[in-house]
C-alpha cells in the first residue's frame, strides 16, 4: 500500500539563542518516496534551511518550508537512505506544505549542488561513532 505524503504534526522548536534549534515535540511525516513514516525525535537539533546568507533576501532561511527542511536535516544526520532520496523526500514535503513550484526549485537545486558537503561530514561522524 502506497502512503500519501503527509505531515502529521506541527514543528516546535525551542531557539537557543541561535542556531542550532531543538525540537520540543516529534515531527512525524508519512513520505510516498520512501512509502515510510519519518519520525523527527524530540530534542534533534536543526539549522532549518541550510541557505547561505546571501541568498537570504530571495530565499529566507526560515519560510512555509521548515517542516520539509527538519525532515531532510534528519535523513541527512542518520543514514538510512540515499542523499538523492534524502533530496527528493525534502521536494516532496515542500509541496505538501504548499510551498511554490519556482521556491521548491531553487532549494532543491541548492541541495543538490550544495548538499554533498553536509552529507560526506554526517557519513565521517557516523564513521567515527562506529569506530569508538
Do not use: C
Not at 65 to 90: I, P, S
Amino acid at each position: 500500500m502506497t502512503r500519501i505524503a503527509n505531515f502529521r504534526s506541527g514543528l516546535f522548536v525551542q531557539d537557543n539563542d541561535g542556531l542550532p534549534y531543538t525540537l520540543l515535540f516529534p515531527l512525524v511525516y508519512d513520505s510516498a518516496i520512501l512509502n515510510r513514516t519519518i519520525t523527527v525525535p524530540r530534542g534533534f537539533n536543526t539549522d532549518l534551511a541550510s541557505i547561505p546568507r546571501v541568498f537570504w533576501i530571495t530565499l529566507p532561511k526560515s519560510g512555509k518550508y521548515d517542516r520539509a527542511a527538519v525532515v531532510h536535516d534528519f535523513l541527512y544526520a542518520h543514514n538510512g537512505v540515499t542523499r538523492k532520496q534524502a533530496d527528493d523526500v525534502l521536494k516532496e514535503a515542500m509541496e505538501v506544505l504548499g510551498v511554490g513550484q519556482w521556491t521548491r526549485w531553487k532549494i532543491y537545486a541548492g541541495v543538490r549542488l550544495g548538499g554533498m558537503v553536509p552529507w560526506n561530514r554526517y557519513r565521517r561522524e557516523e564513521t567515527r561513532e562506529q569506530s569508538v
